[in-house]
């Protein structure tokens, strides 16, 4: 049988090999009899000679930090906004590039977002690509072809999107 092939999905983790770092994942997983648990992957990680051990910040300060941030990202992410007692789709407050930040990414409300053309457009692309990446993921799993259609007809989308958009204000 040919060896598997590892990839990472997003480019989060620079010049580690994955293909190393799959093949020892597969090796413990053998070593322990067909599954690894959260805390022996870290364990390994903790070996400075393992492959998986650039992949984890160990330094509980930094980790922390790091945790608390993914919090912040989650919290948002979660928060939307209600309408007529039932939870909406959209998010209470976004992220958006400020160019009184130098471009950097700053939380504003929806509302303040909605209403400065500038961060309107930001959220209109952002809410396009998720739709196309949503429609995309159901594509994958066979669904009706004439769905493919939508996914090119940016138009359409950018015409739901405003009307998501503009259903809170």
């Known amino acids: 049988m040919p060896k598997q092939r590892y990839a990472f999905r997003i480019p989060k983790y620079g010049d580690i090999d994955p293909q190393a770092v799959g093949d020892?994942?597969?090796?413990?997983?053998d070593e322990k009899r067909e599954h690894v648990t959260d805390e022996e992957l870290i364990a390994e990680a903790r070996k400075?000679?393992?492959?998986?051990?650039?992949?984890?910040?160990f330094d509980d300060k930094i980790a922390a930090e790091k945790?608390?941030?993914?919090e912040a990202k989650t919290l948002i992410k979660n928060l939307h906004v209600e309408?007529?007692?039932k939870v909406t789709r959209t998010m209470a407050f976004e992220y958006v590039a400020h160019p009184d930040h130098g471009?950097?990414?700053?939380?504003?409300?929806?509302?303040?977002?909605v209403a400065r053309p500038e961060f309107k457009e930001q959220l209109k692309e952002r809410r396009v690509k998720?739709?196309?990446r949503d429609l995309q993921r159901f594509l994958g799993y066979g669904l009706d072809p004439e769905l493919r259609a939508l996914i090119k007809n940016v138009k359409k989308l950018?015409?739901?999107?405003?009307?998501?958009?503009?259903?809170?204000?």
């Open 24 to 29: 020892r994942i597969d090796e413990l997983i």
């Open 158 to 169: 950018n015409q739901l999107v405003e009307r998501e958009l503009f259903q809170s204000v």
């Open 48 to 57: 400075t000679t393992s492959p998986l051990n650039p992949l984890f910040t």
């Open 67 to 70: 945790w608390r941030k993914k």
């Open 103 to 113: 471009g950097r990414r700053v939380l504003l409300n929806h509302r303040s977002c």
């Open 83 to 85: 309408k007529n007692g």
């Open 130 to 132: 998720g739709l196309r």
